[in-house]
Structure formats: C-alpha cells, structure tokens
C-alpha cells in the first residue's frame, strides 16, 4: 500500500469515526430535551422514548425531516453554521456543546460566546501565571493577536503598554518601540505575516481578521506588500532575538500554549536561550536598578 493511499484510508477512517461521534451525539441530545421544554404536547402514552423526535426537532429548528435525519446518521452533507446554531438551540446545547457540534460537523468552531476583550472575565489564575513567569516576558493574545493581558517583563523587554494599539500584529509594523527592539526586522516581518496568514486561514471569512488586515494595510504599506505575496507559514515554537537600550541582545524560546478553559486564548511564554546570557540581563531589567534605568529610556526610538 502507498502512502498516498495509507493517507486516503487513514482520513477515511478518521471521518467515519468523526460521523458515528456526530451521530452518538446528536441521540443524546435530543433524548435529554422534553417536548415541554421544546414547547411541544409531550404525546403521553403514544412516546415510546424520553425526549424529543427527530421530526420534532427538524420541525422546530426550520430543516428538512430527512436532512436532519442524514445529519444524525452521519452521512456526507453539506451543512451551515446557521443551520448548525438552529439545532443547536432546539437541543439546548451549552457553547462547549456547540462548538463540539461544530467540530464533529466538519466546521471551524465559533469563539465562545464570551467577549475575549471582556477584563471582567480574565481569570485570575491565569493573571497570577503571567506573574509566576517573572521575572521572564509573557503574554496572553487572542485568536487576532490581540494582546489580552502581559506581565511586568513583557512590558520591560518588548514595550507593551497601555496607550499603543493592543495588537501584537500591528504593533510589530507601526509601534517605534516595539520595533526598534526586534532584532532582524525586515526577516521577521516577513514571518510573521505568514504566520498570521496561516492563523486567519483556520476562519475563513472571520470578520476579526478581515478587520486587523484591512486597518494594518492602510497604516502600513510594508505590511500591505508582504501580505500580497500570500506566503504561509505555521507557528509552533519560535526563536526571537532583541535589541534593548539597556540590558544589550536577548535570546528568547517562544512557546505558544494553548488554554483549554479559553481555547480562544493562547499564553506566549518566552524562556532565555541557554548559554547566551540573557536569564541574567532580563533579571536585571527587572530589578530595581533596571526598573530605575528604564525611566531614562525615551518612550519611542
């Protein structure tokens, strides 16, 4: 057997499973929905299972009775998130519960339903991580690269701070500071836009990245360039070197994490480069001579 066709099987294999997972799914669902909560007579005696009909349920969430009864078997349909939402509200599904329809349906997950710019909604151990890195730079960006909170050193060694647009995107094009400082600029930008190509790629049609490029390509013609030559290039785990007015070059390991309580958000955690002398430099930046030293650092280079 070829790999081509090991490939083939092996994904063939990987979607019926997806389907009989789909189809487990939606049963259980449906079987833990009572027609009174559906606003339906409940049938009395007539019902010989708890829960509601697949009629039913096509019915009330505006589908087809044999499309809805393909899409419970698994077979190979074409659906939509607006037809997966209606299913999804007659089953009274929970947003963990929808986006897992999402998944099993072969779609993009949606976000959930809370706003990831929402600072009420920041966990407060997720806060007391970021701080628990110290004295080393982290950062918490959502699915745009907007910078959703930092610490102390990612302040210190990046120059994040409150009054710049927060967005790690488009502060590497148009942030003097944040720029000055990334060591190999023209080489990285080009990285970096293909990294967030391939970012916006996994949502196509997301209005969140349409919004980021559209506004960076009017503020940036360095941007707009890059990003006409549609390169690609995957995340993962990153090497960045930088140029700081005072603790001289640093050498960072950059690991992505994800947070399975927040899968829209992903914690950045940079760790020195061993060898190079930069776990010193950076916890001298952060002491109270180096905290002191930075007050006589101009705020844009």
């Known amino acids: 057997m070829t790999s081509a066709t090991t490939a083939t099987a092996r994904a063939a294999g990987a979607g019926g499973h997806r389907r009989s997972e789909l189809r487990d799914f939606l049963m259980s669902r449906r079987a833990r929905v009572s027609p009174a909560q559906a606003g339906l007579p409940d049938g009395g005696a007539r019902r010989r299972t708890p829960g509601l009909r697949r009629e039913e349920v096509a019915v009330l969430a505006g589908v087809g009775a044999s499309w809805y009864q393909w899409l419970e078997q698994?077979?190979?349909?074409?659906?939509?998130?607006?037809?997966?939402?209606?299913?999804?509200?007659?089953?009274?599904?929970?947003?963990?519960?929808?986006?897992?329809?999402?998944?099993?349906a072969g779609l993009n997950p949606p976000l959930p339903d809370t706003a990831v710019d929402d600072p009420e909604y920041m966990c407060d151990g997720l806060l007391r991580l970021l701080d628990g890195w110290l004295p080393n730079p982290a950062h918490v960006m959502d699915p745009y690269w907007n910078t959703v909170a930092y610490n102390e050193s990612a302040a210190l060694v990046m120059g994040f701070r409150p009054e710049i647009r927060q967005n790690c995107l488009i502060s590497?094009?148009?942030?003097?500071?944040?720029?000055?400082?990334?060591?190999?600029?023209?080489?990285?930008?080009?990285n970096v836009v293909a990294q967030y190509?391939?970012?916006?790629?996994?949502?196509?049609?997301?209005e969140g990245f349409e919004a980021i490029?559209?506004?960076?390509?009017?503020?940036?013609?360095?941007?707009?360039?890059?990003?006409?030559?549609?390169?690609?290039?995957?995340?993962?785990?990153?090497?960045?070197?930088?140029?700081?007015?005072?603790?001289g070059t640093l050498y960072f390991e950059i690991s992505p994490l994800r947070v399975p309580a927040r899968p829209d958000l992903t914690i950045l955690l940079h760790n020195p480069v061993p060898g190079t002398g930069t776990a010193e430099r950076v916890e001298w930046l952060n002491s109270p001579e180096g905290r002191r030293g930075m007050y006589a650092v101009p705020s844009a280079s």
């Open 74 to 104: 698994g077979r190979e349909i074409t659906v939509s998130p607006q037809v997966l939402d209606a299913v999804a509200r007659v089953l009274r599904l929970s947003g963990t519960e929808r986006r897992h329809l999402y998944v099993l």
């Open 172 to 190: 590497f094009f148009t942030d003097p500071v944040y720029r000055s400082r990334t060591a190999n600029w023209e080489e990285n930008a080009r």
């Open 197 to 206: 190509r391939a970012a916006s790629s996994e949502r196509p049609g997301d």
């Open 213 to 247: 490029i559209e506004e960076l390509a009017e503020e940036s013609p360095e941007f707009a360039e890059l990003w006409a030559r549609n390169d690609v290039e995957p995340a993962g785990l990153l090497m960045k070197e930088f140029e700081h007015p005072l603790a």
